[in-house]
């Protein structure tokens, strides 16, 4: 089970990147992938999931409307769609996901077992 996180880069507020989480060794097709984002001395945060588990999706309520997370079966990737950028988006995104099925896009933290390398977002102007 791998996953790769790749598309960040450095862009000014206001701008738009779209990340990708792509699955290698397993199929999209019956997992949640969840993203996440950990800012300089910060904690990691949870930012949105998909689950194809039981068809459940979040996201968090600071990029709600800003942010969408999609996946495509066919490319087993994962999308997020980031648009409106605020500096304090800064961050290295990773993506993730876990093998308990009965959670759906609501595991325990520790349950997010299998996470990819991350991304580095930099919004600045």
């Known amino acids: 089970v791998q996953l790769q996180a790749s598309g960040g880069g450095l862009v000014q507020p206001g701008g738009s990147l779209r990340l990708s989480c792509t699955a290698s060794?397993?199929?999209?097709?019956?997992?949640?992938i969840g993203w996440f984002r950990q800012a300089p001395g910060k904690e990691r945060e949870g930012v949105s999931c998909?689950?194809?588990?039981?068809?459940?999706?979040w996201t968090a309520d600071s990029v709600k409307g800003r942010f969408t997370i999609a996946r495509d079966n066919a490319k087993n990737t994962v999308y997020l769609q980031m648009n409106s950028l605020k500096p304090e988006d800064t961050a290295v995104y990773y993506c993730?996901?876990?093998?308990?099925?009965?959670?759906?896009?609501?595991?325990?933290?520790?349950?997010?077992?299998?996470w990819g390398q991350g991304t580095l977002v930099t919004v600045s102007s």
């Open positions: 998909i689950s194809s588990y039981d068809g459940s999706s």
């Open positions: 993730a996901t876990h093998t308990y099925s009965a959670y759906g896009c609501y595991p325990p933290y520790s349950a997010w077992d299998s």
């Open positions: 060794g397993f199929s999209l097709d019956n997992t949640a």
